[in-house]
Every structure is written in C-alpha cells, then in structure tokens.
C-alpha cells in the first residue's frame, strides 16, 4: 500500500495509487489539472475586474479564486474526489444563481457555459443520479427566470451588460477551455479503459488455453493411471489365479497334516494379497468416478447375516463376543439398493473393529428410523472396545493409504485404503459418515441410509440354488469347452475338472472356439476374456450370430482376470450369461455351471 501524502505535498504523483481504479485516477487527474486552471482563469479574472473597480465582481472572482486554490490545496493533501466533485458544483450552481437572479439578473452566453460545465462535470465526476439533480439544479431555475422575465419573447443575450470585453472574453475562453479538457480527459480514459479490457480479455484467453491444457494433461495422466492399476491388476491376478487354484488342488488332494498347515498358510496369503489388489483397483474404481449404484430387491436381515456370518467366526477366534443386532421390523421388508457396496462398507468397518480390538465387544446395530413416503430410513452402527483413535487423527484415517501411525502399519499391517473406499462409496451417495472414538476405550463408526421400500414381503433368491448337490450334476457326461490361452491357467483348468470326473476341450483363441462350438456339441462355454487372435467378447459376439439355435444359445460363461471397470455390462452386452473371476473359487465356479447347465 502506497504511505499517505503529507500536507504539503503538491505533486499529482503523491496521490495516485495502484489502488485506485482507472476512473477514479481519471477523475483525480481531471481535477488537479482543471482546479489548476480554474485558479489560473479566476486571477486573471479577478485582476482584469479589479482594474475596472467592480467592486461585487472582483469579490465574487475573490472569494472563487480562494475557494479553488483550498480544494487544490486539499486535493493534493487528501485525494477526496467526490467530496471537491459537489464542492465545486455547489458553487457553480450558487454563482449562476446569483449571476442571473441577483447581479446581472440576466441569462446570457456565460450562464449557458456554466450550465454546460456543470452538466458535463457532474456526469463525469458522480455519475448518473447526482449528474441529473445538478443539471435540473442549475437549468430550471434559469428556464423559470426566462419564462417570468421575458413574458414572450425569449432571448439569450451574448454578453453581461455590466462587464467589459475583456472580461468577458476571459470567462468565455476559459469556460470552453474547461470544456474541451472535461471532454478529452474523458475520452482519453475511456479508450484506455477499453484497451485495458481489451489485453485483460486477450489475457484471460490465453490463461483459458494453457488451463485447458492442463486439465487434458491432468486427465491424461489420470488416465493412464487408471490403465496402469488395471493393467498391473490383471498381471498380478493371473499368477495369483494360478497360486491360489493350485493350492486348491493340493488341498482337495487329501495332503498331509504338515502339508496342510503350509497349505493353509499359502493360500490365506495369497488370498490376502488378492484382497490388496482388489481394494487399490476398487478405490482407483471410485476415484475415477466409474462407481455406478445398483437398485436390486434384498432383505437387509439377511444381507447382514451374511456379511457377519464369516466375521462372528473370527472375532470369536480372537476371544472377542460379537453383537448382531439387527431391528426386528426390518425381517419382513423387500428393499431396493445395492447389496454389494453395503457388503463392503459394512465388511470394512467390522474388519476393522475386529482388526483394532484386542479384547471386549463388537457390536453391529441395523435400526429402522421409519418409514416415509415408501422410504425407509435405516442407521448402521459398528462398536468396538479397540484400540480407538486420537481426535487429532479423526480425518486423517479418512484419506487414502493413510493409517493412525507406523506403529498401526508395524502391528496390524493394512493399506490404508479400507475407510477411504467407505468414506467415498458413502459420500457418493451423499451419506456422511460419523465417527466417535477415544484412545483405549474404542470406536464408533455410524451413518444413515434411506432405501425405497417395495410392496412385496418377501425376497426371492436371487440365483436359483442348486436342487442337489452340485457334484452330483457336474459329471463325466458334461461337454465342457473352455477357451483359455495360458498354459497355466489351462494346466489348472485340467486339473480341477479331473477332480470331477470331467475332460474339457481347450480353444486357445477366439477363433478357435467358435469353430468347435460350430463342430463339437458342447454344453457350456467358459471363455476367457483376453485371448490372441479373437478376444473373448468377438468371440461370443460370433457364437450368439449362429444359425443353429442349440449352439447360439449355448451358455457361456466369462472367466476374466481383469479388473477392467465396466467388465460386467460388457459381458452382459456381448451375449454371455454370467462371468467368473480369475482367481476364482472351484465352488462358485461349479455353482455357476450348474445354474445354467441343465442336467445331463
Ligand atoms: P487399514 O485397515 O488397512 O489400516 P483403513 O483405511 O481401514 O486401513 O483404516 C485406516 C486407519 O484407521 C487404521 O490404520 C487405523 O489406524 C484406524 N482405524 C480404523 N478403524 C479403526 C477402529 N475400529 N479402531 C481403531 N482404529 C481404527
């Protein structure tokens, strides 16, 4: 900020600021330069009037001259524009009053001149509303006077009768004068003013440009992220499909007691490992907005049952009592949502309170807080007697790959990634998460969710359950092609359908299964998504093109490794009727054959 000028200070240069906009350093400008002249018209004035002894006429240019030379003085000690604006109007107005009611009693060319002055200068210096009251101000008293005056014949009179030639001159150059520099000065502001908004405009172009540039760069790099993670997930599942299906092998193959526990050790690793890969391509899922809500019928009792059947077992196992509490109302309600997302939120939370507490309880309440128009509004709570967490970290824990402290990471491993996928998944909903905890004593996790409400009482399983045991379907007599093109993953597919009595055929490509589902007859098709040649989807594509009903119909079932984002509606949209994921469970996969094989 530039330091207030001192009282003695003269110069233009002391009471310009940057902080002044252009007009207001116009207008500044304007009367310094114009107070400076109106100072050096007046002393001529006064001289000139004073010569020819008019004694009113030289007080009158007096006492004007004084009162231009104190606004200067003040102007350049204190820049108050609008304070010298009405100064100087005011006196103008109360000079011509006088000139034309009480000294000349006369309207005459400098009386225009000065209503001319005033209208331009109030305009300019104060703007629209004081501009119009000091040009009526100063116009109609005169327009009165020449109207009771002159009766009817109106005239303006070119000079003041009782004044000399040269004074009059004076007054009439200096008035044009003024009016001429009013007029320029403006002008010159308002061009400058308009180139000024010219560069800002060309300005915010060119910062609009390298903005957008940005932002593509952004994306683009955020892109290939996401295509990294997604990539780096299907390489990282595909050995991990071969780790976790050969430790299934071995241990369907009656292994030794020491074999067994290193078998259980393998394949809860690999399955943990399988769990971190899955939560870094969920959370790069949800940061890239590709996060879609279901609205499929499900009955929350039985949701949370499952959800907590696993979880019960293993708080158990850490001597901790777990509390389902779920509302009783809730049991005979069909709702629509999406059970996934609130399996995983839920998943998270409880693993969590199981993870952090040593001893004590967990509780998991579901409550019912009614019902509105068909919306059901339900509160779920997790609590435990853990560990807890300081009021300084409550955000903290929030945010992706963070933990409470090293220490959290040294003793209870994790990513870090759990509550921020909950925190996302709830706020994409536009839930919000509430979180009470104190350090040793535990933590409370809470939040609402609204469901709408359907009619019927009951749900209907969603996937027809198997009439007998699966074993007993999936037999020697099942034609199974499988379309796979890695030589492990082939390896394995051997050894798994051989446990159940079956020998499957193998295509190593797209192309290659299209033509044994047009020669072969084939029950089901398991096709593995990414093949060289024809991928999977072509594949399919073709297959569903068949002429022969029984072959275009056949069910085909996607196996993918990937994790790529919209793999389940492209499965849907290229015609196959289901799709497992590699690393896949031998059960699931057999129930899904099942569920579309019909008994052979
Ligand atoms: P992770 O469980 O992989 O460490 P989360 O995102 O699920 O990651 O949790 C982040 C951190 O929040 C944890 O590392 C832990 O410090 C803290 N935290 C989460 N839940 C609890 C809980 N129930 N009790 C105590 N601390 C918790």
Known sequence: MKKKPNFFNIFLRNILSPEQSMLDEARIRLLYYGLFLAAVALAALTINVFLQHQVVFTSIACILLICVVLLFKYLTWIPNWRFISHTLLILALVVNLLDVFIIIQNVDIISIQVIILSVLFSFYMLGQRWGLFYSLANLIPVLAFMVFEYGNSYFISFK?????????????????????????????????????????????GRLNAAYQVSIEKAEKSSHAKSEFLSTMSHEIRTPLNAVIGMTNLMLMSNPRADQLDNLDILKFSANNLLSIVNDVLDFNKIES???????????????????????????EE?????????????????LFGDPTRITQIIFNLVSNAIKFTQQGNIWVRVTSLGDRHNTLTVNFTVKDTGIGIAEDNMEAIFEPFTQESITTTRQYGGTG???????????????????????????????????????????????AQPAQDAAGYVNAGLQILIAEDNPVNVMLMKKLFSKWGIVPTFADNGEHAIELVQYGNFNI?????????????????????????KKA????????????????????DSGMNDYVSKPFKPDELKEKIFSLVEAV
């Open 160 to 204: 003041p009768e009782k004044v000399d030639q040269s004074t009059i001159i004076i007054s009439i150059l200096a008035n044009f004068i003024m009016i001429i520099y009013i007029h320029s000065h403006f002008y010159n502001a308002f061009i400058n003013n308009i180139r000024k908004l010219n560069e800002t405009s060309q300005e915010q």
């Open 318 to 334: 850490k001597g901790l009592k777990f509390y389902l509490d779920v509302d009783n109302r809730l049991k005979s309600k069909v």
């Open 553 to 572: 119909n056949i069910p085909i079932i996607a196996l993918t490794a990937s994790a790529l984002f919209d793999i389940k509606e492209k499965v849907y």
């Open 417 to 463: 990634l759990g509550l921020a996928i909950v925190k996302r998944l709830l706020e994409l909903q536009n839930i919000q998460m509430h979180v009470t905890s104190k350090v040793g004593a535990g933590s409370e996790f809470s939040f609402n969710m609204e469901f709408p409400v359907s009619t019927e009482k009951t749900v209907e399983a969603a996937v």
């Open 525 to 549: 098709v398991l096709m593995d998504l990414q093949m060289p040649v024809m991928n999977g989807f072509d594949a399919a594509i073709e297959i569903r093109k068949m002429p022969d009903p």
């Open 289 to 315: 907005g590709k996060v879609e809500f279901e609205k499929i019928k499900f009955n929350l009792v039985e949701l949370m049952g499952n959800i907590c059947g696993g979880q019960i077992i293993k708080a």
